[in-house]
């Protein structure tokens, strides 16, 4: 055992046989030869085992040496094991982050897939919104050269694409858009302002001859670019301005039409009465101071002028009463209907307890109306139903109201999302035929002798006219022997 070790450790010693042949015992050699021989062989394996020793401590110190550098190199292993797993977490990890930005970048692909297809479908979208807009459209550059127009404006100005592509504005049909409005306009007034709007043009064009235009611009910047662009709309206003000349033409002649029937209605209420009230009264003076002198059929000739003339003056109080229907000036008030009614009963009280009449009525509702006329229309639809009622069968009206909305009745002319209020005139007369029921509202249309029942045919054409000037809707619906109905929508 060597010191400082635990292992076993064995020496072995090799010697050369022919230097370590015992030699032959001599008898004869003395001993004290043999002794310094055995000395010499003991110094020298004293020797041999000193160097022995002396190697093999060399030995354990080099082993010594190369454990712990074995050692070290071990440790050295497991730090760089260490360092190796912890580099392999770290390209797991940046695997599973490659992986997560992996997906991510996946994500954004596709979102800017779909966003380009979203761009792509606005801007399809938006080139069809252009393309059937109704008025002519065109969208120029910075320098005004034109990029794109849309259907209308070649359908209107009678050109192409080719003739339009990249050209300057002012190039347009061989130079006949170069008009000094358009060019003070898109030089000088847009790039102050930005937009304009209703710019009137008026011009005359080789395809489509004098036109009135009216421009509409606004420049664009585009966000992603410096790009500048004009949107151009043009709208042709030549008809409609064609119309407002003619309307008021028909103003002017309608204003000159509504003096002279002003000048009629003071003849008429004047002039043309005057006449006939004399003849009134000297025919009703000679009746009563010359009756004596006069024959039966004298007598009857003098009843009828009277009847006559007192028809005439109706007829003339009627058409006075229509004109005034017509008169432009409306003051609209908000009247409770259930007021006019009750004004008119008061008025034809002594009628309505001759026939014992009935007018009944609900809560009806309140509306924007024309006072004095539209108690002028109740007051000749209640007197038509006092007026034909049956012989021994007293007069029953019926008149009620109620707020309705205009998809809600059978009338196609309401707009369907207004509110009418809907009043109903009702009676148990002779009623008429159902072929009349639009024919009842003209102006002197009777459906009975003057004989058999007085009046003008005039009643009625006043309430459609009244009925008119409130923007509303009256119909008329009869039955032989049954009643008359009329209905009345006005805008509540």
């Known amino acids: 055992m060597l010191p400082n070790t635990i292992e076993r450790h064995y020496l072995i010693l090799f010697h050369e046989t022919n230097n370590l042949q015992p030699k032959p015992v001599n008898s004869k050699i003395p001993s004290r030869l043999k002794k310094e021989e055995k000395d010499l062989r003991i110094q020298q394996l004293e020797t041999e085992l000193a160097q022995a020793r002396e190697d093999m401590r060399s030995i354990t110190e080099d082993q010594e040496a190369a454990y712990e550098e074995l050692q070290s190199a071990n440790e050295e292993l497991l730090s760089s094991s260490e360092e190796l797993q912890s580099l392999n977490e770290e390209l797991e990890t940046g695997k599973e982050e490659l992986q997560s930005t992996n997906e991510e970048v996946t994500v ?77 306009l898109l030089e000088n007034i847009l790039p102050q302002k930005s937009k304009f709007a209703e710019f009137e043009l008026q011009h005359k064009f080789s395809k489509i001859g004098e036109r009135i235009l009216l421009l509409n611009a606004k420049e664009i910047i585009k966000q992603n670019s410096a790009e500048r662009l004009i949107l151009l709309s043009i709208k042709d206003v030549t008809e409609s301005k064609m119309a407002q000349q003619r309307m008021e033409e028909k103003n002017t002649e309608l204003e000159r039409m509504n003096k002279e029937l002003q000048a009629f209605s003071y003849i008429a209420s004047h002039d043309l009465q005057e006449p006939l009230r004399k003849i009134q009264t000297f025919s009703t003076r000679l009746l009563e101071k010359e009756s004596e002198n006069l024959s039966d059929t004298g007598k009857e000739y003098f009843l009828r002028m009277q009847n006559a003339a007192r028809r005439m003056q109706t007829l003339i109080e009627d058409l006075l009463s229509f004109s005034k229907v017509n008169n432009p000036e409306r003051k609209f008030e908000i009247i409770k209907i259930n007021e006019l009614v009750d004004d008119v009963r008061e008025d034809f009280s002594e009628i309505i307890e001759e026939k014992h009449a009935v007018i009944e009525t609900n809560e009806m509702c309140a509306c924007k109306l024309i006072p004095f006329q539209f108690r002028q229309l109740m007051q000749n639809l209640i007197y038509n139903s006092l007026k034909f009622s049956k012989r021994g069968d007293p007069p029953h009206i019926n008149i009620t109201s109620r707020i309705v909305r205009g998809n809600k009745s059978n009338i196609k002319k309401l707009l ?65 022997g049954k009643g008359a109905r009329f209905d009345i929508y006005i805008p509540a």
């Open 108 to 184: 954004v692909n596709n979102e800017l897939i779909s966003t380009n297809e979203q761009v792509t479908g606005e801007r399809n979208f938006s080139d069809a919104i252009i393309d059937n807009l109704h008025e002519p459209l065109m969208v120029l550059d910075y320098k005004l050269r034109i990029k794109t127009c849309n259907h209308a404006f070649f359908k209107t100005f009678l050109l192409n694409e080719i003739e339009t592509d990249d050209k300057l504005i002012y190039e347009l049909g061989n130079g006949e858009w170069d008009i000094p409005g358009l060019r003070s």
């Open 416 to 480: 369907p999302e207004k509110e009418y209020c809907h009043i109903t005139v009702k009676d148990n007369g002779i009623g008429f035929d159902s072929e009349f029921n639009e024919k009842i509202f003209e102006v002197f249309q009777r459906l009975h002798g003057k004989d058999e029942y007085p009046g003008t045919g005039v009643g009625l054409a006043i309430v459609k006219k009244i009925v008119d000037n409130h923007n509303g809707i009256i119909t008329a619906k009869g039955e032989l």
